[in-house]
Structure formats: C-alpha cells, structure tokens
T-cell receptor
Framework: DAMVIQNPRYQVTQFGKPVTLSCSQT?????MYWYQQKSSQAPKLLFH???????NEADTPDNFQSRRPNTSFCFLDIRSPGLGDAAMYLC??????????????FGPGTRLTVT | EDQVTQSPEALRLQEGESSSLNCSYT??????LFWYRQDPGKGPEFLFT???AGEEKEKERLKATLTKKESFLHITAPKPEDSATYLC??????????????FGKGTRLSVIA
C-alpha cells in the first residue's frame, strides 16, 4: 500500500544533542510537510517542500532544519533540542495544491522525548 | 486572518446516540475543507475533502456537509470504535500558490458502550 513512513516511531534525545527524524513516502507526491503537535493541540506547520523549493513558516525556530534529497525522502533536523521541543512530529504529503485543495496524508508520527 | 473553530471541545455519547460536530471557518477564499480523525499517539487519518457550499460526503457512519461559513460532521449511531479526536482544517486561496492548512483544535469524541 502506498503510504507515508516515519522513523523512528519513538526517539529519546538529551538536551542539546542533535537529532534527525526521517520520513519517506511511496505516494509520489511533490509536496511534503513537517508538523509539530503537542498534547491536545492542533498540528503546527514547521515548513514544507514544494518539489525542491523549501518554505519555512515565519515562526519556526532556527533550531529546526529540513532536507529533502529526493522526491521520496525528507528529514527533520533539530540542532539543539530543548525541553520545549518534546512533541509528536508529523510528516505529511500531498499533491500539488496550487489550483485545487488536495488532502494531506500523514505518517504515524515520531514521538520525541528530550531528557 | 484565516481561522477555524471547532465545537464542542469534547463530546461524550452513548453507543447509538447520533450527534454532530461543528467546524466554523473564516477564510478569504476556500480552496478546500478537510476532516481528519486522529487516534491517540497516531497521525491524523484523512476522512473527507469538501470544496463548495452544499457539498456532502459520506463514509460508513460519518457524513460531512459544508456551508459558506461552517462544516458539520454528522455521526449516525456511533460505536465505541468511533472514539477519537476529529480535526477540521481549511486551505485558503491565495496568490502565493501552495498554502498551508489551518487546523482547528479538534473535537475529542468518546462513545460509551
């Protein structure tokens, strides 16, 4: 089945220790997104790639970076995690939404714990 | 500014007790309205896309409807397995091209057997 895959599902890191979360997709969608979701809150968009074009949300901290080496893979790098970065990180994909709004398909998420 | 407000925040139903969840939105132009289901500790699962007022979509016990200001998710004869948080999101029409979804905070539904 075509899907969005995230690894690892659970990640524990130490305060200030860099961490990378990964996402892959078999849907062949050209748009990929990274969201942060904290308990009982709506997903908060961090950034998205439209093909290779990177789009950063204005309030995304510089501590968060992303890479998309090809259509299928996207990575989220947190350079110096703080306690406030503990959250669920969701990857999503969609088709081109320039004309019509297409739904986003989400992965299962990576639960990040910062100790 | 585009906004999405969902009500109620939490809803507790007896099995078989039908009800509706509300999603009110303010957007300059609607490109699409989306409903998702999210189980604890999992990513949101896509349910429906609605594009224009008057549109309706159904899937099993769920039916989504859309007006110019709000959307409803009707749940008919719910079962305990329908317990989840239901998220509503809108995508606005802008000149900027690809625009992000604006999510509501969700309605947490509990269905008791």
């Amino acid at each position: 089945d075509a899907m969005v895959i995230q690894n690892p599902r659970y990640q524990v890191t130490q305060f200030g220790k860099p961490v990378t979360l990964s996402c892959s997709q078999t849907l062949n969608h050209n748009v990929m997104y990274w969201y942060q979701q904290k308990s009982s809150q709506a997903p908060k968009l961090l950034f998205h790639y439209y093909d290779k074009d990177f789009n950063n949300e204005a309030d995304t901290p510089d501590n968060f970076q992303s890479r998309r080496p090809n259509t299928s893979f996207c990575f989220l790098d947190i350079r110096s995690p703080g306690l406030g970065d503990a959250a669920m990180y969701l990857c999503a994909t969609s088709r081109d939404t320039l004309v019509l709004g297409y739904e986003q398909y989400f992965g299962p998420g990576t639960r990040l714990t910062v100790t | 500014e585009d906004q999405v407000t969902q009500s109620p925040e939490a809803l507790r139903l007896q099995e078989g007790e039908s009800s509706s969840l509300n999603c009110s939105y303010t957007v300059s132009g609607l490109r699409g309205l989306f409903w998702y289901r999210q189980d604890p500790g999992k990513g949101p699962e896509f349910l429906f896309t609605l594009y224009s007022a008057g549109e309706e979509k159904e899937k099993e016990r769920l039916k989504a409807t859309l007006t110019k200001k709000e959307s409803f998710l009707h749940i008919t004869a719910p079962k305990p397995e329908d317990s989840a948080t239901y998220l509503c999101a809108v995508q606005a029409v802008t000149l900027a091209g690809n625009t992000p979804l604006v999510f509501g905070k969700g309605t947490r539904l509990s269905v008791i057997a």
